[in-house]
């Protein structure tokens, strides 16, 4: 069982940046694939960074590749996503997720997931 509580969510404007954080419990947390998601007004929850378990590989989607960077702490049970240049539409409800099926691409492997925190960028 793993237990996720995101942090870091605001008001920022265009060009800007924020970092979310993830606490998480249990005791297999390194062994899960680690993810990122979100959830604009009107749109279906998408993908935005996973990594795998023991800080393995990274995906990115292309509408965030070269701005976001997911990063975890095994020693803290945390995991992070830095996000640079921020658009308007990048406006969502940021999930943070995990998987013990250590899945990289699908949604529908996460296992578990975090309350969300909102951030909202201005033009």
């Known amino acids: 069982q793993v237990q996720l509580e995101e942090s870091g969510g605001g008001l920022v404007q265009a060009g800007g940046s924020l970092r979310l954080s993830c606490a998480a419990s249990?005791?297999?947390?390194?062994?899960?694939?680690m993810g990122w998601f979100r959830q604009g007004p009107g749109k279906e929850r998408e993908l935005v960074a996973t990594?795998?378990?023991?800080?393995?590989?990274?995906y990115y989607p292309a509408s965030v590749k070269g701005r976001f960077t997911i990063s975890r702490d095994d020693a803290k049970n945390a995991v992070y996503l830095q996000m640079n240049n921020l658009k308007p539409e990048d406006t969502a409800v940021y999930y943070c997720?995990?998987?013990?099926?250590?899945?990289?691409?699908?949604?529908?492997?996460?296992?578990?997931w975090g309350q969300g925190t909102q951030v909202t960028v201005s033009s």
């Open positions: 990594i795998g378990g023991y800080g393995g590989s990274q």
């Open positions: 997720a995990a998987s013990s099926s250590n899945s990289l691409y699908s949604l529908s492997l996460y296992d578990y």
């Open positions: 249990g005791r297999t947390f390194n062994r899960h694939s």
